[in-house]
């Protein structure tokens, strides 16, 4: 990624502004480098300088000057800035070796940069002879001031580097020797390196050539020029000295008490000397004595600078929370004074330590303070792993981290149970109220905000939970995967430690250092380490998750298996597995290990389940339901004929049910397993698609049911009489107080009977289809058992019908033959033929009632199906002939039931006559498509009184034959219109099955 430029760097301060070389300079300004590896270059006369600086902010950073003199400028280079500006400059002199009698204003530091030998015999010619030699070496040019301790020129000896220091030096040369010219253990390559590390050969070759020629000069200050110039002198004098000693000689004992005379006067003068010398110089000595302890500080002070300063540094930069910094400068103190033997210095690494153990002290409370990010923790580890403490700081997090998991979950669960009263597990009938004074709990027991904020809002408290883990998953969960997973890959070791090192040595090194942590680790409060790091870890991760997966499951399924409300709890249960997918899409499940991803492809497989099962069985209380939305406004067909809304209610709850379910039967992840791959789903999924689908059977049973309870016998002789209402459908059906009573309950067991068959023939066929299009299991099962269901329903229905019709269309003829039975002491024997002179009423109420049926059904079932029954597919369908078919078949049985019951054979013969006549012109005027083969021989049987007694037959006379059969063709030329209107029976006769329960 491409770095944006920033402005470039400018200097407007320095300090000091002038100074020697190897001075430290601090240097302020503006964009100095936004960090510290942001600074690249400082250059000051040309020189890099960057390995001495040391950044501390943007506008400071310092650095030690470089060799040169005269007026320095000074050049910042960063990354983001490039080249800076300065708007001042440094001002360097050499430094000059200052001798005993060299006039300054301070006490100069007794430490030489140069070379002792060099220096003791170069310094001591300050006569003109010894700078001429010096500025006649070979080499060098005449008018050119030299240095008179190297005799080199000083343009030169400011170009050279200051000496290195001892620590340097012996990084360099590990040999053991001194710099010292006058030491027995002398070692030149020390000497070089240290005093003369930048010098050339050519260098070298000057600098030794003039220390040669400095000590071949014979001087006026030399010892042989004294002694030949002051000859007589020294003679003289030892002349005086030796008769002084003769004269001493014998007055050495000659004192009182045999001591020396001039032994007492001579050492009370010379202490009387002492004494005066140390009063003249008393002060001058005390002042210099006091400037020396003073330098002496002030040079440890300076020196050890960075030491003084460093425990209120590490507490400044602690409370600023540059923590990088104060695990540098204390790594830097601990290397350098960690064993020093001085008092000072001890006291006060030891302030420093005890500044460490609380900074310690601090980043173990902001580790185990959670919830932490994984990039926070793993920087607080990175300090605390490389401050040595005495515990795993990594494996402590964790097991914090774990312990907060839990706790946090916990809370969500008690919020949860607080919300739902802990009473009803619906959360529907939760008030606001109550949601408020939770969430004001909940908010007091440390739970997050959105959590009430949820629940006051009127979200399901299950929804709500289900959303605050997956918001709990994302955000915290996941940085203690990212954490473990950092932990047991090495990525939280000592980088130095790691360097060269392969995986099983990292494992090995890993080992020995939680040995060391256990047998160091003495407080309780730390938890142990575990021998197996990644053994610990991954099974700390399975406790967490299947103690969350199992917490979210039995919340889920408690609320399932209660049975309150199935219809709404579907819902959120689909809302749910719709959070659970949106949070699993962010979760890294392919950087864990198989097992965790195992336990949440279960839960989500577990709830996929439930909700599927939730989504049929909501289908299933709908379709129940529709009893009550059932208004008997029926939509006419000339095909299809008469049906309510109900039907197309129930295609549109199955469709949206199927289409609800392929959302969870389609896997969104690679982690869900298919929802069918076990054979128990695959056979319960059929059962319960078809347990909902069955339950519109049930449905139309109890409207069934209702019709019938509305049904009496007074209704089945009156309804008769409305015979122009069934023409006005509109007046079929009104409303009376909540639900509808029908008026012709035939009719509507007919409606009812049309929806099964129009459902069975259009809208199953379309649900099947859309199964198997969708993939669902086992559709042949469905299939099977829809078609089982519908056959068994249909006849039930069809039964219902068919018994409410026959009843009706028997109900005049059974007063009839009870007045018959009661008047037949009033028929005589030899009665006229001629008395009979037609049908009974009653069998012509029953004839025309029949095409009132007739045309009910071709109204309300639709034409569709007449004369259309020829193929062998066909013989289950219900049709207008196959349904009157079965009224006359029940007809007929219950006139042979009224028959043998009135024992009608006691009749007078011209009553049986006037029955068989009845009996004759039933079947000679309703068409043979009719009559089934058993109704046709039980009608036979009644029309030759053979149904008690078949042995002796009542017979009929010739004339009695022609008379019956004359009245049977006026009777069909009466009912012309009504014959007719039967015809299509004979003209498409059609094939009828019927299916006795």
């Known amino acids: 990624m491409l770095q944006t430029e920033g402005p470039a760097p400018h200097v407007d301060g320095i300090s000091p502004n002038e100074g020697t070389p190897g001075t430290k300079l601090t240097i302020r300004g503006e964009n100095l480098g936004t960090t510290a590896s942001d600074l690249t270059h400082v250059f000051i006369n040309q020189i890099d300088v960057g390995p001495t600086a040391q950044w501390f902010s943007p506008k400071k950073i310092t650095a030690i000057t470089p060799m040169g003199e005269g007026e320095l400028e000074i050049v910042v280079v960063t990354k983001s800035g490039k080249f800076g500006t300065a708007a001042v400059s440094y001002h360097q002199y050499a430094q000059r070796n200052v001798g005993p009698q060299t006039p300054v204003t301070y006490w100069p530091e007794d430490e030489r940069r140069h070379c002792p030998a060099i220096y003791e015999h170069g310094s001591e010619s300050r006569s003109g002879e010894g700078t001429g030699a010096a500025r006649t070496a070979t080499g060098i040019p005449g008018g050119i001031e030299l240095d008179p301790s190297t005799g080199l020129p000083m343009s030169e000896i400011t170009r050279m580097n200051i000496p290195l220091s001892d620590s340097a030096l012996r990084q360099l040369y590990s040999g053991s020797g001194s710099v010292q010219l006058t030491d027995k253990e002398f070692d030149p390559i020390m000497f070089l390196l240290k005093f003369y590390k930048s010098s050339s050969f050519n260098d070298l070759t000057v600098t030794f050539n003039n220390f040669r020629q400095s000590m071949r000069m014979e001087g006026a200050g030399e010892p042989i020029n004294v002694i030949r110039t002051n000859l007589v002198l020294i003679f003289r004098c030892l002349e005086g000295m030796d008769s002084l000693r003769r004269e001493l000689v014998p007055e050495k004992g000659n004192g009182p008490d045999g001591k020396n005379r001039f032994e007492t006067p001579l050492e009370s003068i010379l202490s009387e000397s002492r004494d005066s010398a140390y009063q003249l110089f008393e002060g001058v000595l005390k002042r210099r004595d006091r400037a020396e302890s003073t330098r002496n500080a002030i040079g440890v002070m300076q020196r050890y600078q960075f030491l003084f300063n460093l425990p209120h540094a590490i507490r400044s930069n602690i409370s600023k929370g540059d923590y990088s910094l104060v695990l540098n400068d204390y790594l830097r103190a601990k290397s350098l004074f960690a064993n020093s033997e001085v008092e000072v210095l001890r006291r006060i690494y030891a302030d420093v330590e005890n500044v460490v153990a609380n900074f310690r002290t601090i980043l173990r409370n902001q580790l185990t303070t959670m919830p932490i990010e994984c990039d926070e923790a793993k920087r607080k580890i990175g300090y605390l792993t490389q401050l040595e403490v005495n515990y795993d700081p990594t494996w402590l997090c964790l097991v914090r981290f774990k312990e907060w998991l839990i706790d946090r979950i916990q809370l969500y669960q008690n919020v949860y149970h607080q919300a739902i009263g802990n009473k009803n597990p619906n959360p529907s009938a939760q008030s606001t109220d109550r949601a408020s004074s939770v969430s004001g709990d909940a908010q007091g027991a440390g739970s997050p905000s959105w959590f009430g904020e949820g629940v006051m809002s009127g979200t399901p408290p299950l929804l709500v939970l289900v959303k605050s883990v997956c918001r709990f998953l994302t955000h915290h969960v996941v940085q203690f995967w990212r954490l473990g997973l950092a932990y047991i890959s090495g990525q939280l070791s000592n980088p130095s430690q790691m360097d060269g090192h392969s995986g099983s040595e990292f494992d090995n090194d890993m080992s020995k250092r939680i040995r060391n942590a256990d047998d160091q680790s ?87 389940r439930h909700a599927v099962r939730g989504i049929f069985r909501r289908a299933q209380i709908m379709i129940e339901a529709l009893q009550l939305k059932e208004t008997w406004r029926v939509t006419l067909t000339d095909a299809e004929g008469g049906r309510t809304k109900l039907p197309l209610l129930y295609e549109d709850i199955m469709t949206d049910a199927l289409s609800r379910c392929q959302e969870q039967v389609a896997c969104h992840s690679t982690t869900e397993k298919p929802l ?225 019951e009135l024992h009608l054979r006691s009749l007078p013969r011209l009553a049986q006559i006037q029955l068989i006549l009845d009996f004759r012109a039933l079947k000679a005027i309703l068409p043979k498509g009719l009559f089934t083969p058993e109704a046709s021989r039980q009608l036979d049987a009644l029309s030759a009184m053979t149904v008690q007694d078949s042995s002796s037959p009542p017979g009929l006379q010739p004339n009695e034959e022609r008379y019956l059969n004359k009245i049977i063709e006026q009777e069909k030329g009466r009912m012309r219109l009504l014959v007719d209107g039967f015809q299509s029976f004979d003209s498409s006769p059609s094939r009828i099955t019927l299916v006795h329960e």
């Open 522 to 608: 003495s407080d309780s409060e730390f938890p142990s380490t575990p021998p197996d790091p990644k053994a610990a870890w991954l099974q700390m991760n399975l406790e967490l998750v299947l103690m969350l997966a199992s917490r979210i499951k039995d919340e889920i399924l408690e609320v399932i298996g209660s049975g309150v409300n199935d219809e709404v709890i579907t819902e959120w249960l689909v809302q749910c597995i719709r959070e659970f997918r949106r949070c699993y899409a962010v979760l890294p499940l392919n950087e864990i290990s198989p097992e965790v991803v195992e336990m949440f492809s279960r839960l989500i497989h577990e709830l996929r």
């Open 676 to 900: 069918f791959v076990s054979a128990e789903l695959q056979e319960r999924f059929p059962d319960w698609c078809g347990d909902a689908m069955v339950a519109f059977i049930s449905t139309l049973r109890r409207l069934a049911d209702q019709i019938e309870s509305t049904i009496s016998h007074s209704e089945l002789q009156d309804e008769g009489n409305s015979r122009s209402d069934w023409l006005n459908v509109d007046s079929l059906f009104g409303r009376q107080s909540g639900q509808t009573p029908i008026v012709s309950q035939a009719r509507g067991l007919l409606l009812v009977l049309n929806n099964a068959i129009w459902i069975e023939q259009h809208a199953n066929k379309r649900l099947i289809m859309a199964y198997k299009a969708a993939g669902y299991a086992s559709p042949e099962r469905l299939q099977a058992r829809l078609d089982d269901t519908w056959q068994k329903g249909r006849e039930d229905l069809l039964c219902r019908y068919v018994r409410l019709r026959s009843s009706w269309l028997c109900a005049p003829i059974r007063p009839q033959l009870n007045e018959m039975f009661a008047m037949k002491s009033s028929f005589a024997d030899d009665d006229d033929l001629s008395s009979i002179t037609g049908l009974h009423t009653s069998v012509c109420a029953a004839i025309s009632n029949l095409s009132h049926v007739f045309s009910e059904l071709i109204l309300l079932l639709g034409k569709e199906t007449v004369g259309n029954l020829e193929s062998d597919s066909n013989e289950q369908m219900v049709s207008p002939q196959s349904v009157l078919a079965r009224v006359v078949s029940q007809t007929v049985d219950q006139l042979k039931n009224y028959y043998v």
